[in-house]
């Protein structure tokens, strides 16, 4: 399988992010007579959980980073989602864009004067009607610069008013399940001016609960043969209740001319991904097609894993839900499975290797059957590990492709899956290792990202626990110096594996900018037990913008 260079745009929210971390951050100017102006607001987001007829409090920061006194305005307001997956606030007299606790929140103070480099707590008290129903409700805590009174110049009071930051609140409300659940909606290719073509796909949230999407695309053949996959959207994209956000990846690779066939996938933490597919041609010029959505089937678990000594057997389930308003077919196999550079799992396909395959060990007591409107049927999968099995992991897949329709091309057609996860018991020798370290090319205003490649080298999957990012200053010897600059950051990686023999890709991003310098960074990856495994990356900030250093040196693998 070949893969497919693709220069991603950056997710919105994480430009949202800089501007209410570092706040709305504006310079009136060197103008006679005005001073700067600006401010800090923290943080960008804040997570509740609270049951109906429940309270709580959570406070943010403010502080004023212009040269005078200034006078500030805080309130709770209603808060929406763009297309792109920046948030708004929009007026009283707009409709409510999404499920809103707003008026739950009282914030304290709701005004103040803050002193040049005076810094205060705001206190903001969430309380929920007993009558609330489970589900997210959603806010904004928004921090306003009152401009100066008696403003020399025009126009001035308008700009300063811009000045304004905010803490986006995402409240669940406890109580029986939240529905999470989301569909491809559009699904589009366009081709870019900058060469290549954009994908672009829309996730709508029908449930009512956020939901944080993942996205990745499929290029496959006009017989439907995977020609290619890459990443879809920058990452774990939030889509609020009603919302639509678009998850876009610009492919540069050119693509040959021929028919083609589109298939977005997105995980959003529901029963199933959503799924669209579009067909599309490649010609002097592109001919687009109509956007097709999978079917609304899924199977569970979609991951398992079993410990099984030599010679012996063990029997899991898979089961099907038929989501849909109308019958389908199901046909069922068994493949190798594999894992791409994103950690991707899927089923192989016919001329792709995969290491330490247990296909020939597992069988389907069912492997045909039709499945009712909002039924369900749960297949037996039996697993028998031969006596001579070597210790260490082993895998497969149990594929089902789920059709509707009739004649010989089906209406709307799914395929979807569980991954086995096998270890045969006996002496087990995990070993991980980062490869290399990457430092990403520099956004203005956002803090530097950096890239890790891990690999496995043992013989059974690996849990990726958490990563670790520390920055600290290069003294002259090249050695790192901690002080006042120097960052940590750990993320918690939630569900994620790595399969023997395979490299994948972390990325972490600083919680603020540098100030320009020399800087040594260590990234490092959890994965059990041991150590973690590491490698460092020398590397300068400028006056503007992060620049990749000539080499990286490696800290502990």
Known sequence: MHSISAAREPWPSRLCWAAALLAAVLLAGPR???????????????????????????????????????RFQLEAVAVGQKEDGGYYFPGTDDPQP??????????SPSELTLEPAEAAFIWCSLEVPRTARAGGRYAGVVCRLVPERGAEEPGRAQ??????????????????????????????????????????????????????GQGRLVLRGERGRRLAQTQLGGGRGTVLPGATVNFRTLITERIPIGKYIAE??????????????????????????????GLAVAMEPDRQTLDIPPGGMRVAKATIFNQEALPVHVKMHVARLVQDSLGQLSPAEADETAALSAE??????????????????????????????????????VVAEVTAGEGPVPEANAVVFTSLLLRVLGEIAPRVEVTRVELLPPIPGLPPTFRAWVRNHGDVDVPLLSSILTVNARGEDGAAVPSASSRRVVATLSDEILL??????????????????AYTAEMGVGYGPKEPASKGLDFEVAENEPSRAASGSERRS
């Open 500 to 517: 023997p023999g395979v490299e994948r890709a972390l990325t972490m991003q600083l919680d603020q900018p540098l100030e320009p310098g």
């Open 98 to 107: 999404v499920p809103s606790c707003a008026d739950w929140i009282t914030v």
């Open 360 to 397: 020939p060990w597992v069988s389907l007591k069912l492997d045909e059957f039709d499945l009712r409107s909002g039924g369900r049927r749960t297949v037996p999968v039996s697993i028998s590990v031969p006596e001579e099995a070597e210790a260490g992991g082993r895998f497969a897949t």
């Open 32 to 70: 006679p007579g005005h001073a700067q102006v600006g401010f800090l607001w923290a943080p960008p987001s804040i997570s509740l959980l609270v049951p109906p007829g429940g309270s709580t409090q959570f406070r943010c920061q403010l502080m004023n980073t212009g040269g005078h006194a200034s």
């Open 159 to 212: 700009m300063e008013l811009q000045l304004n930051s905010a803490t986006v609140v995402f409240l669940t409300i406890a109580g029986r399940r939240p529905t999470w659940k989301a569909k491809l909606s559009r699904l589009e290719i366009k081709p870019a001016e900058e060469g290549g073509f954009w994908f672009e796909g829309a996730l709508t949230n029908t449930g009512n609960v956020h939901v944080f």
């Open 264 to 293: 977005a996938r997105v995980d959003y933490g529901g029963r199933g991904p959503a799924v669209a597919r579009t067909p599309f041609e490649v010609g002097r010029e592109m001919v687009m097609g109509s956007v097709s959505a």
